[in-house]
T-cell receptor, first 112, second 118 residues
Framework: KQEVTQIPAALSVPEGENLVLNCSFT??????LQWFRQDPGKGLTSLLL?????REQTSGRLNASLDKSSGRSTLYIAASQPGDSATYLC???????????FGAGTTVTVRA | GAVVSQHPSRVICKSGTSVKIECRSL??????MFWYRQFPKQSLMLMAT?????????EQGVEKDKFLINHASLTLSTLTVTSAHPEDSSFYIC??????????????FGDGTRLSIL
């Protein structure tokens, strides 16, 4: 069974600082990995999707890397802003399966 | 982009009530939809895979008679929490996969339903 872990569980930084969020998974036979943002009491907003053949994806201030062999992905958020405050979830999809396995998330607070 | 509409967004009801949650794909067909449950400060846990025109596939530990799933059309799946009790209070989220999209395309998520049983 795929286990997905996100460390740290919570993070508080001053505005302008770069954020580094970690995600690890136990089964490296993944199809893709996705990073989501979740605001309190809300649904999920997809941020970045990395296919298993890719090493990284970038969108604006966001960059996600994937090291499949070591079972790790990292989400970098450059020059953080208070609006980046949210919970960030990573989810892994295994090959030949559409199910997603989620981590518990990292709750980020960016202080103005 | 693809949109998934989930309704209602919030439900508060008495213990013993059955509650129906709808998940609708608005601009694409979805033969497969997924239902997740999320407790406070915890991860999303997959409850079941909803398949159009056939029985849902439930994850281990999820009571199929408690959480009834119906996927009668290519754009609608419903989750009914039967005889809900306080321990069923949670955040329920659905997702849908575009049947005509490439297999590597992401699922689309609804905005979730906050269920509170008094």
């Amino acid at each position: 069974k795929q286990e997905v872990t996100q460390i740290p569980a919570a993070l508080s930084v001053p505005e302008g600082e770069n954020l580094v969020l970690n995600c690890s998974f136990t089964d490296s036979a993944i199809y893709n990995l996705q990073w989501f943002r979740q605001d309190p009491g809300k649904g999920l907003t997809s941020l970045l999707l990395i296919q298993s053949s890719q090493r990284e994806q970038t969108s604006g201030r966001l960059n996600a890397s994937l090291d499949k062999s070591s079972g790790r992905s990292t989400l970098y958020i450059a020059a953080s802003q208070p609006g980046d405050s949210a919970t960030y979830l990573c989810a892994v999809r295994l090959r030949n399966d559409y199910k997603l396995s989620f981590g518990a998330g990292t709750t980020v607070t960016v202080r103005a | 982009g693809a949109v998934v509409s989930q309704h209602p967004s919030r439900v508060i009801c008495k213990s013993g009530t059955s509650v129906k949650i709808e998940c609708r794909s608005l601009d694409f067909q979805a033969t497969t939809m997924f239902w997740y449950r999320q407790f406070p400060k915890q991860s999303l846990m997959l409850m079941a895979t909803s398949n159009e025109g056939s029985k849902a596939t439930y994850e281990q530990g999820v009571e199929k008679d408690k959480f009834l799933i119906n996927h009668a059309s290519l754009t609608l799946s419903t989750l009914t929490v039967t005889s809900a009790h306080p321990e069923d209070s949670s955040f329920y989220i659905c997702s849908a996969r575009d049947s005509e999209g490439a297999s590597n395309q992401p699922q689309h998520f609804g905005d979730g339903t906050r269920l509170s049983i008094l």
